[in-house]
């Protein structure tokens, strides 16, 4: 019996984001890996003026149909900022991108790819980065290993077929993101200890805890040095004032000020390291498969969030000024927040396990620390190019 047509259309109204939101649960339910995010936070994801990703990026939502079943979905989007960025870096004029891929098998898949390529074309793009949801410092990336185990907060997670899908679409791998697993409650070896230690002697150094009462104040500072530290990396895109304000309220439940650290050298802030309770593994026990937690879910967020213990910890963000990049004061810095961040994980929130990253391949500062620190990679995503 001949299968049925698969359809694709283009949605933007509220019932169409909806089910756009709800095909990952239906298709993933069978996953134990996968980790339901509220349905409500995805669906403010994709929302135009809930997400500040759309004040400088237009985007398409597809929905595949087949038989009246939705059984997958894309994305197609275009950032203006990642337009304006120096081609080398890779982004740059007329790159679009894609993301946010679901379906039900390959065939499905081939046809949202071919979908969201068409409307990127009739946008005047010549070349694709894919996946990527949506931004690339949201979900930037496909899993390609690690998949024997859930992702952490604010990680990606895909089924192994998709790989498959998009290199048969003629895709060919464009840059290697990894995030590195370490023993927390493990002391670091002698020689970081010594660094650690000979930095703590300097007075002109100090690691303070992120200040709650002057919260704008200090996600500015760290915003700050953020986009001054990763300018010069592969895929950067500068965080708008609107996007760093919206994050910050997002993750300001989940913001341990013995966590966040800034690293002032001469009273000047130069460094910062964002740690986070892994919230995953709480969603995993509290939020059904369906992205709607009942009452009794709720409870044990809201019980988790206040005690916040035992967590596992990821730390999706640090960095160092770019003057001083380079230089054994960067390694130092990075060293002693990531000393006192450990230890207080460690005694303070029961964590056994700290996720690194993610990290680009040729990132050799940050991948010489990792190793250091005895940090084993647990996980690969890789980014994909094709021209248009």
Known sequence: MAQAEIVITEVSEKAGREAFVDVQYRLNADDPNFVPQLRSEEIERYTPGGNP?????RCQLFLAQRGGQVVGRIAAH??????????EQGMGPET????ALQAEDGAVAAALIARAEQWLRGQGMTRVLAPMTLSVWEEPGLLVKGFDHPPMIMMGHNSPEQRGWIEGAGYAAAKTLATYDLEIAKPFPPLIQRIVQSGEKNARIRIRDVN??????EVEIICTILNDAWSDNWGFVPFTP?????TAKKMKPLVKPDLVRIAEYDGEPVAFMITLPD?????????????????LGW?????????TKPADMRVPLMGVVKRLQSTRMASQLAFMMIETIRHAAATRYGGKRGEIGWVLDDNQGMNAIAEAI??????????????L
């Not at 709480?282 to 009942?294: E, H, M, W």
């Open 212 to 217: 709650l009462k002057n919260f704008d104040r």
């Open 242 to 246: 609107t996007e760093i304000a919206y």
């Open 78 to 87: 275009i950032d203006e900022l990642a337009l304006a960025q120096p081609p």
């Open 96 to 99: 679009g991108m894609w993301g």
């Open 374 to 387: 005895d940090a084993k990679v647990n996980k690969e995503y890789l980014v994909y190019a094709k021209g």
């Open 299 to 307: 409870i044990k967020l809201g019980l988790w969030m206040l005690r």
């Open 53 to 57: 990703y759309f004040e400088h990026a």
């Open 279 to 295: 919230a995953n593994q709480i969603q995993l026990k509290a939020v059904r498969r369906n992205g709607k937690p009942s009452l």
